[in-house]
């Protein structure tokens, strides 16, 4: 059974920073594309970044624009583990973050990922 374990979320000041963790229990890890969504209260869940796998040991980082800039995006293949730096949070960044994996053709829709954590909160106060 697959397991992605989400780690890192809590309380933070505007402007702060916070890192997310993901570690994922998947065979050939380094082939799948690793993707970050966030959910606030009351709104559709929507993506944040993506680690796309391109070929061989070939990565491409994937923004939404309402982060780029702010949040970094990493992986550890080794380790089984995607990484979200999140940097100059806004109060507008509070919601519950998950992790998500899928292999195959990329995307940025989330019910075309296979694959989810249970989700972590991430709470910006102003």
């Known amino acids: 059974q697959v397991q992605l374990v989400e780690s890192g979320g809590g309380l933070v000041q505007a402007g702060g920073s916070l890192r997310l963790s993901c570690t994922a229990s998947?065979?050939?890890?380094?082939?799948?594309?690793m993707a970050w969504f966030r959910q606030a209260p009351g709104k559709e869940r929507e993506f944040v970044t993506a680690?796309?796998?391109?070929?061989?040991?070939?990565?491409?980082?994937d923004y939404a624009d309402s982060v780029k800039g702010r949040f970094t995006i990493s992986r550890d293949n080794a380790k089984n583990t995607v990484y979200l730096q999140m940097n100059s949070l806004k109060p507008e960044d509070t919601a519950v973050y998950y992790c998500?994996?899928?292999?195959?053709?990329?995307?940025?829709?989330?019910?075309?990922?296979?694959?989810w954590g249970q989700g972590t909160q991430v709470t910006v106060s102003s």
């Open positions: 680690h796309k796998w391109s070929g061989g040991s070939t990565y491409y980082a």
């Open positions: 998500a994996a899928k292999f195959g053709i990329y995307s940025t829709s989330y019910y075309s990922y296979s694959y």
């Open positions: 998947l065979r050939a890890f380094s082939n799948y594309h």
